[in-house]
């Protein structure tokens, strides 16, 4: 397996942050325009057990796979999800909230991937969606606090 991290600094408290991250209408915000959810079907009460599915689309024009997600852990501060999908068999997403004052956090996203003949491609993606997710973060953070 081969490991992907990622980390920024929210203008918001991590117990906030951590709801938000499990809103999917969120998770719909954060990766727009980039890749468009469509047929989410994803119950709004996220628990341990939760499984979704979205059709995705780059830029809400070219139609690509159905990406499935479980939901393995929910606490406060964490979130841990196994996925797959198109060309993605296995990525593990660890979401964590960690508090750095009253009212701002540290939001790390860990993947976990194959590491086949896959593997380059795939973490290369996570780099560059991960990093527009967290500018979109960003935003969202200024438009929530």
């Known amino acids: 397996m081969a490991r992907t991290m990622l980390t920024i600094e929210l203008p918001l408290a991590a117990d906030v ?10 998770m719909a915000f954060v990766m727009s ?3 468009r ?3 989410m079907d994803v119950p709004q009460r996220v628990e341990v057990g939760t499984h979704g599915k ?7 024009v070219i139609p690509t796979w159905t990406h499935h997600i479980t939901v393995r852990r929910l606490d406060p501060l964490e ?20 508090p750095l ?8 996203d860990e993947i976990e991937t194959d590491d086949g003949w896959r593997g380059a491609p795939i973490r290369l993606f996570i780099r560059l969606m991960f990093r527009h997710r967290h500018r979109r973060w960003r935003r969202l ?5």
């Open 17 to 26: 942050t951590a709801r938000l991250a499990g809103n999917p209408e969120v």
């Open 33 to 35: 325009p980039v890749l």
């Open 37 to 39: 959810l469509y047929r």
């Open 54 to 60: 979205a059709r995705l689309w780059w830029f809400g």
């Open 79 to 98: 979130i841990c999800t196994e996925e797959h999908g198109g060309p993605v068999r296995t990525w593990r997403h660890h979401l964590t909230f960690t």
């Open 101 to 108: 004052e009253e009212h701002r956090c540290r939001y790390t």
């Open 141 to 145: 953070a200024r438009l929530v606090s």
